[in-house]
T-cell receptor, first 112, second 116 residues
Framework: DAKTTQPNSMESNEEEPVHLPCNHS???????IHWYRQLPSQGPEYVIH???SNVNNRMASLAIAEDRKSSTLILHRATLRDAAVYYC?????????????FGSGTQLTVLP | NAGVTQTPKFQVLKTGQSMTLQCAQD?????MYWYRQDPGMGLRLIYY???????DKGEVPNGYNVSRLNKREFSLRLESAAPSQTSVYFC???????????????FGPGTRLLVL
């Protein structure tokens, strides 16, 4: 899977929007961009994924740059429960579709 | 639906002891996975099963064996535990055989293993 770069940590105030960036400058045309998060002492949890167009679901929005070299996960109103490590993951070659390749992610702290 | 369940939640072993970690899913998924997560790091794939009756090695298979008992269950066995296997182990599943690029994986709550 192609490499992604995320900030180690970010802070947000409760009930404010959060924009979590991810750089993936070596992305190929068939790579899907996935986001997972891991709450403390829990297993990873799917958040959202996309290919080229921006995506929305009940948890978040995913904004994908026009050249696809970066993307941003948007939490519209952060809550204390959103404090977690957020992982940006690219999935490309079908042979590697079996696994998710996790980097170190972004630790999001939500301040009350 | 319970989703993906794992037992036990916690385990302490002495070096050289053996144990089996159990995983079950009730979503009728075809693919199942075992990952390990060391402190401060991302998850790494140990073994996976693309469908019932098949298993393949992942990134870090040494010291482990797996069994896909049926479509629901996928167990991970440590034959002779070592301190380097101290970790948190996560089981996951996904719907299609072998997985697809746009597919979601569903994770269990994890088993925390300490090898002394």
């Amino acid at each position: 899977d192609a490499k992604t770069t995320q900030p180690n940590s970010m802070e947000s105030n409760e009930e404010e929007p959060v924009h979590l960036p991810c750089n993936h400058s070596t992305i190929s045309g068939t790579d899907y961009i996935h986001w997972y998060r891991q709450l403390p002492s829990q297993g990873p949890e799917y958040v959202i994924h996309g290919l080229t167009s921006n995506v929305n679901n009940r948890m978040a929005s995913l904004a994908i740059a026009e050249d696809r070299k970066s993307s941003t996960l948007i939490l519209h109103r952060a809550t204390l429960r959103d404090a977690a490590v957020y992982y940006c993951i690219l999935r490309d070659v079908p042979g590697s579709a079996r696994q998710l390749t996790f980097g170190s992610g972004t630790q999001l702290t939500v301040l009350p | 639906n319970a989703g993906v369940t794992q037992t036990p939640k916690f385990q302490v072993l002495k070096t050289g002891q053996s144990m089996t970690l159990q995983c079950a899913q009730d979503m009728n998924h075809n693919s199942m996975y075992w990952y390990r997560q060391d402190p401060g790091m991302g998850l790494r794939l140990i073994y996976y099963s693309a469908s019932e009756g098949t298993t393949d090695k992942g990134e870090v298979p040494n010291g482990y064996n797996v069994s896909r008992l049926n479509k629901r269950e996928f167990s991970l066995r440590l034959e002779s535990a070592a301190p380097s296997q101290t970790s948190v182990y996560f089981c996951a599943s996904s719907r299609t055989p072998g997985g697809r690029l746009q597919e979601t994986q569903y994770f269990g709550p994890g088993t925390r293993l300490l090898v002394l």
